[in-house]
């Protein structure tokens, strides 16, 4: 059984084919970060005509990679939301169109679900039930994982996402996009202490995160300097990295226990940053519990982790009619719960 997986929700188009015997036979990434870089952030026009461009080759080239013949293919995955509607739906209508020809299926996967299981595919994958952090440019979750499927928000973002956070504040100090790694560059040279950030919603009980305070802070932090030496940069950059992380790692803390669970997964883009993973491997070490991470070339948006995660789906029972379907805002706790169910029924309240 083979899963082609086709990832298209921003600024990468992602091609992978899953195989229920050999796992990963083929992977292939394409990031439109060139495209995007003088715009300061994604362009959802230059995103969607781009991932036209490039899926069908890059569907190809899988295949080719894994000498694979449209006959040896399962099903078709695609992400189906959340993300940019315009970029969804060239995979989708790619997706729709090859199931159509090939006479297979095709599944709409949910974007931060496909994050979620890539940290599921290491040799030792962690055990359900865990906690998972869903991290990335436009989500920061806490979930309980239950099983496959069955996921309860703990709690999110209220404004800002960290990734968002991220891009926003690299962009005030002058610093290239994508932020984070930027803002994990300069924080290198920065000199701890000079300048103190909040740490949101942390005062108070609750598992939700708010970002758009501290960025804030940050805007006037760096209004109060004047012109910004590169000194200056870097102590910011630490300020606010570090602020990031301790504000993750309080809330990732609460959670494992109001879970009482003994493991934490970590999942989405910002999941490669190494403080963050530094900090909630200490945490977790002191509370007895362990923290997974998905492999460094998973944690940004790719193909691999919609075909892993549509042969779950496929296994489980599910099965989408042609209809082109995306939702770009998808509550993930609106998913199917469990094996032999559907997610039909989810994807029709948003369909084009």
Known sequence: MKVIGIETSCDETGVAIYDAEAGLIADLLYSQIDLHRNYGGVVPEIASRDHIRKTLPMIVDAMAKAGCHSRDISAIAYTAGPGLIGALLVGASIAKSLALAWDIPALGIHHMEGHLLAATMSPNPPPYPFVALLVSGGHTQLMECRAHGQYVLLGESQDDAAGEAFDKVAKMLGLAYPGGPQIARVAENGIPGRFIFPRPMTGKAGLDFSFSGLKTFVLNTIHDQGSLTAQDKADIAWAFQE?????????????????????????????????????????????????????????????AMIAYAGYLRLVSGQRDNLEIQVRPRWPMDQLAPGPGDSIQTSLQPSHT
Not at 258 to 284: E, K, P, W, Y
């Open 243 to 303: 602020a990031v992380v301790d504000t993750i790692r309080i809330k990732c803390q609460r959670a494992i226990e109001h879970t009482g669970l003994d493991n934490l997964v970590i999942a989405g883009g910002v999941s490669a940053n190494q403080l963050l993973r530094a900090r909630l491997q200490v945490m977790t070490e002191k509370k007895g519990c362990a923290v997974h991470f998905p492999a460094a070339n998973l944690c940004t948006d790719n193909g």
